[in-house]
T-cell receptor, first 116, second 110 residues
Framework: NAGVTQTPKFQVLKTGQSMTLQCAQDMNHEYMSWYRQDPGMGLRLIHY???????DQGEVPNGYNVSRSTTEDFPLRLLSAAPSQTSVYFC???????????????FGDGTRLSIL | SQKIEQNSEALNIQEGKTATLTCNYT??????LQWYRQDPGRGPVFLLL?????KEKRKERLKVTFDTTLKQSLFHITASQPADSATYLCALSGANNLFFGTGTRLTVIP
């Protein structure tokens, strides 16, 4: 099993550009989520999904869109990149929501995004 | 939401000693508390889960305690090794998400 795969690993964008961060998992997990990690801020939840066709906002959703058309994939879209979105982005997945039996999260290795 | 504090940004200890990391939270007590390890350039990796009705959990050289009265969890690594050097994150469960602390960077000195 590959686990959680994120692409690309690195990306540099100009302000105003759009892009999609890809996340795929091969563990048949229902729950998937996106976090951003900034120095001194910890991991903050952007969006999450409890199953195909269902998404919801996390703590810091502004400027990001998600969709969940399949169980395996959960892409994160930046609509119009801003320097404040410079960060490391992590995708995670689990069998069910963390609140259900404290499901451990499986993380990808992140996408390092710089907005100039 | 939760406010979560991990005792220090960095902790240095000698090889063979016990490392103790602290996680304090301020709002509601979560049903579950988790600890993760993160190496540079990698995603977090799950280590241990402890439930609100459990006082202590062990896994090999790792031990976690959970005190809902103090709103605190302690994470211990006994007989520490240089390979234990990493950042350790605590995470508290919400209904549909986890709230993460900022982490403690542990360095084990040979």
């Amino acid at each position: 099993n590959a686990g959680v795969t994120q692409t690309p690993k690195f990306q540099v964008l100009k302000t105003g550009q759009s892009m999609t961060l890809q996340c795929a998992q091969d563990m048949n997990h229902e729950y998937m989520s996106w976090y951003r990690q900034d120095p001194g801020m910890g991991l903050r939840l952007i969006h999450y999904s409890v199953g195909a066709g269902i998404t919801d906002q996390g703590e810091v959703p502004n400027g990001y869109n998600v969709s969940r058309s399949t169980t395996e994939d959960f892409p994160l879209r930046l609509l119009s990149a801003a320097p404040s979105q410079t960060s490391v982005y992590f995708c995670a997945s689990s069998y069910s929501s963390p609140g259900q039996n404290g499901q451990p999260q499986h993380f990808g290795d992140g996408t390092r995004l710089s907005i100039l | 939401s939760q406010k979560i504090e991990q005792n220090s940004e960095a902790l240095n200890i000698q090889e063979g000693k016990t490392a103790t990391l602290t996680c304090n939270y301020t709002n509601y007590s979560p049903a579950y508390l988790q600890w993760y390890r993160q190496d540079p350039g990698r995603g977090p990796v799950f280590l241990l889960l402890i439930r609100e009705n459990e006082k202590e959990k062990r896994k090999e050289r790792l031990k976690v305690t959970f005190d809902t009265t103090l709103k605190q969890s302690l994470f211990h690594i006994t007989a520490s090794q240089p390979a234990d050097s990493a950042t350790y994150l605590c995470a508290l469960s919400g209904a549909n998400n986890l709230f993460f602390g900022t982490g403690t960077r542990l360095t084990v000195i040979p």
